[in-house]
């Protein structure tokens, strides 16, 4: 090289690709420091409470369109969301998500077993809290909150479980 270019540009080119030890330990700690930052800051995000989506109330039925120890399908939040309605024998209305939380296979109402039960794995939840009473789905069914307003049976919201209830 001549005079000029090593003064201009005083870096050896075959010393270029060289990392000390030093050198790649710094990295190294800080590469390490920055995932590690990042996996706790997921983590407390995942542990803040968010608000749940707002649904808006829908009307599902009529108090006559349904007898004590029937079901009626329905569709909410969404029309691709199918849901049960079921008026147990004691008059009470109830109504939960109609996919399985094992593999989203259609539950049944089984009204002499008192019970939604999914024929894919024998799966079964209890009529009253939506609860897994057999098999292996892994949780509760989602519950649709309901109200009797007049004559019509309006859902207004979805709790799934471990949360508290989703309402419009």
């Known amino acids: 090289m001549d005079q000029d270019t090593v003064q201009n540009f005083p870096v050896d080119w075959e010393d270029d690709n ?24 997921l983590a407390a995000w995942s542990k803040v409470k ?23 399908p329905f569709n909410f939040p969404r029309s691709k969301d199918l849901c049960l309605l079921i008026q147990k024998p004691d008059g009470e209305y109830v109504a939960y998500g109609r996919r399985c939380t094992h593999l989203s296979c259609p539950v049944v ?16 939840f209890s009529v009253e809290d939506g609860s897994v009473i057999q098999g292996p789905p892994p949780h509760a069914i989602p519950q649709i909150m309901l109200e009797v307003r007049g004559d019509a049976i309006w859902a207004t919201g979805v709790k799934k479980h471990g949360d508290e209830s989703h309402e419009a």
């Open 18 to 41: 060289y990392v000390t030890r030093r050198e790649f330990m710094k990295f190294g700690t800080l590469a390490s420091g920055a995932f590690a930052a990042g996996s706790l800051g």
């Open 50 to 72: 968010k608000d749940g989506p707002e649904f808006e109330p829908q009307q599902i039925a009529l108090v006559h369109d349904i007898q004590p120890g029937a079901a009626l």
């Open 109 to 124: 109402y089984e009204a002499e077993e008192h019970r939604l039960f999914c024929p894919c794995h024998n799966g079964a």
